[in-house]
Every structure is written in C-alpha cells, then in structure tokens.
C-alpha cells in the first residue's frame, strides 16, 4: 500500500457526459501526466489515447437512451512502490451489448485499441454503470523542479 504523499492523483467527477467535455478532459489529463512523469514521447501517446477512448465511449455509449444527459468520472493513481499508473474511467450509465454499428468499419475499435495500448486492461460493466480500468507498469514519476 502506498503513504497518500507518495500517491500522484488526477481525480474529476461528475463532469457530463459529452464529447466536448471528454476532449477537455483529455487535455487536462495529458497537461497532468506531462507534469508529474517522466515518458517518452509514444508512451506518453499510447497512455493519453487509451484513456481518450474510455472516455469517449462514456460520452458517446453509456447515456445514448436517456433522456437527460449523464456524468461521467475519471480517476488516475500512482502507485511509487510499484511504479504503476492506474486509470480508472466510469459512467453511471447502461453498457450496450451487441449494439455497435458493423454498417461503418471504422467503428468498433475503441476496446480493441485499448487493450493494446496498455498493460492492463478491465472492463467492468454492471447495472449502476460502467468501469474502465487501464493500467501502465514501469511508469517514472518525475523529480520535481525543487529537487534537481
């Protein structure tokens, strides 16, 4: 288990599910992990992209047959003992089984890309919402500047 002072949090919640407000969300959450870790370039692109697609899949999927628009959260920690990056995405929504668009094949990709793109991969769907746990191991916290 990790001290809170060790932790590195990105915590958002409650923010509404919509397109716009996952784009925000992904620039907010790419500007956090440039400041607190150390990555290349690509993993840093692999890591912003797998959790642009959780989110998006909130915003598009989870609240498509409501009739009032829904929320969606979005939660990273760092665990420094084992230089893990844990990403959780959820919506409060309802998962659509079987119901993707096989008319466009561009569609459809999301998940697929997510697994790849990460070590680590859960999708948990149940009746209060939706879960997307993405996980990164081997991940460096950055030093910060008053350290150097």
Not at 37 to 54: G, H, M, Q
Not at 89 to 98: F, H, K, L, P
Request: charged share 25%; aromatic share 6%; no cysteine.
């Amino acid at each position: 288990m990790t001290d809170a002072g060790e932790s590195t949090t990105f915590n958002k919640a409650g923010i509404v599910a919509a397109p716009e407000r996952a784009a925000q969300l992904r620039r907010e959450f790419s500007a956090w992990l440039g400041t607190h870790f150390t990555l290349d370039a690509v993993k840093a692109s692999d890591i912003v992209l797998a959790v642009n697609e959780a989110l998006a899949n909130a915003a598009e999927f989870a609240y498509s047959n409501a009739k009032e628009p829904g929320v969606m959260h979005v939660r990273a920690d760092y665990d420094t003992e084992a230089e893990t990056l844990t990403v959780v995405v959820a919506d409060e929504g309802a998962w659509r089984i079987g119901d993707t668009d096989h008319k466009n094949p561009a569609r459809g990709r999301g998940i697929p890309l997510m697994h790849a793109l990460t070590d680590r991969a859960v999708i948990d769907a149940t009746a209060s919402g939706t879960e997307v746990r993405l996980q990164w191991h081997n991940v460096s916290r950055s030093v910060p500047s008053e350290l150097r």
